[in-house]
């Protein structure tokens, strides 16, 4: 066997260094097994890594992004997200909600069939009651706690600033631009996607009517319509308003003494009644006595029977909520389909 020898005092010296050797390569180890990764935390999560400050900064923009601008008939509002607590105080306002698919907290009283009108009671049970479209409860609406408000100029400027410091109210400027009502709601709610898809629906029948009724009327087409509505002591000629804008977009004409922009006028005396000769008369009244006894003593005056409307037979009673009081993109399609079957189309 091969002697190993020392110089003095060397074997000590040796076993020395090779512990120190040997303690040295021990810590590095334990070193390496208690470092953790760059970011890592106790738990394996990366605390300091640098992702969780970039989506941090992303959600931060995702958010701003939310935060819209929606510009209306009373100015501008801010609306941050998706609102879910929705009031709408008219009535096309309410039948566009229904239309989108919601559901809001809380609506004004309808014109007739009170509370709601009868086409929307099922998809508006249990929805709180606000007092009358030209009067809502300002403390019902506060106590619903609502995030969106849908108002008119036409009927609430002067309650705006009260309805502004309850929650984001957005305005349209009348009550029967049913279309303009989906898109300001579309944009309010950020549902345009939905408020598009409608909108498109709705100009995909236009068309399709348009079609149709040129093939069945040929150079008879287009029709002079007379909108006509009587009450308990005159009658009414529209001109324009919800069932005038449809009628007019569907490609109907007016007679020229009803080219006004105005919303119609008001006949006190039967001795008016050629002022409402046109090709087609669509009548709505209201179910009263009153009404009715008017209805049928201007009806029975020979002035009417000299009507183009009467002698062609083509009087047609139609329904006051759809053509009239409604207002919505619903009533909208209502009416249209009850034009489809007046004039045996196909839908």
């Not at 009263?288 to 009673?317: C, G, I, K």
């Amino acid at each position: 066997m091969l002697k190993v020898t020392y110089p003095l005092g060397g074997k000590k010296l040796y076993l020395i260094l090779i512990m120190l050797f040997l303690s040295l390569i021990i810590l590095s180890g334990c070193g390496d097994q208690n470092e953790q990764p760059a970011g890592n935390n106790e738990n394996g999560n990366n605390a300091a890594y640098t992702e969780p400050e970039e989506n941090e900064a992303g959600e931060n923009e995702e958010t701003a992004q939310e935060t819209r601008e929606i510009a209306h008939a009373m100015g501008t509002s801010t609306i941050e997200g998706t609102p879910e607590r929705i009031v709408t105080l008219y009535q096309g306002a309410t039948d566009a909600a229904v239309a989108f698919g919601v559901k809001p907290v809380g609506v004004v009283e309808s014109w007739v069939q009170q509370p709601v009108y009868d086409y929307l009671k099922d998809e508006l049970e249990g929805v709180e009651i606000l007092g009358d479209e030209n009067q809502p409860n300002i403390e019902e609406i506060a106590a619903l706690n609502p995030d969106l408000i849908i108002a008119s100029k036409m009927r609430h400027e002067e309650i705006y600033d009260q309805l502004s410091q309850i929650a984001p109210t957005v305005t349209h400027e009348t009550v029967f631009e049913f279309k303009e009502t989906v898109e300001l709601m579309g944009e309010a709610m950020n549902m345009e996607e939905d408020a598009d898809r409608l909108l498109t629906e709705w100009d995909e029948r236009v068309a399709d009517f348009q079609t149709k009724i040129e093939e069945e009327l040929g150079n008879e087409w287009p029709l002079n319509v007379s909108i006509l509505n009587f009450r308990a002591d005159h009658a009414r000629i529209y001109f324009t308003g919800f069932a005038g804008s449809i009628l007019n977009e569907l490609g109907f004409s007016r007679p020229e003494n009803q080219q006004s922009e105005e919303w119609g006028i008001m006949l006190n005396d039967k001795e008016s009644i050629p002022e409402m000769n046109a090709d087609v008369f669509y009548i709505f009244n209201e179910e009263d006595e009153a009404v009715e006894r008017t209805f049928e003593e201007w009806t029975s005056h020979p002035l009417w029977q000299n009507l183009d409307a009467v002698q062609n037979d083509q009087v047609y009673m139609v329904d006051e909520v759809t053509w009239n009081m409604a207002g919505g993109i619903i009533a909208a399609n209502m009416m249209l389909d009850d034009i489809y079957d007046r004039f045996d189309l196909e839908q």
